[in-house]
């Protein structure tokens, strides 16, 4: 039987609670790389992470393992929140 194969990009934009500039240029790779370790925690390996003082990016590639509503959830709420 042929292997069948998926690649799903994915390119997840969240900001802080009303937009409030609290990820601080000290913590903001820190952050990034913990963002970064969950998707590969997931299976779902990051391409680009990064972001700004309110809000972060990133580009991923989904794993054929776990719906986007799942990933999604699973990335907002392992995140350290202010």
């Known amino acids: 039987m042929p292997q069948s194969l998926s690649k799903v990009l994915v390119h997840l934009i969240f900001s802080t609670k009303y937009r409030e500039?609290?990820?601080?240029?000290?913590?903001?790779?820190?952050?990034?790389?913990?963002?970064v370790g969950i998707l590969d925690n997931l299976k779902s390996p990051s391409l680009q992470t990064g972001g700004v003082a309110d809000h972060v990016h990133s580009l991923f590639l989904l794993s054929r393992?776990?719906?986007?509503?799942?990933?999604?959830?699973e990335v907002k709420k392992s995140t350290p929140s202010g």
């Open 21 to 35: 500039p609290l990820i601080g240029s000290d913590i903001r790779p820190r952050l990034h790389g913990y963002i």
């Open 65 to 73: 393992t776990i719906s986007q509503a799942e990933l999604v959830e």
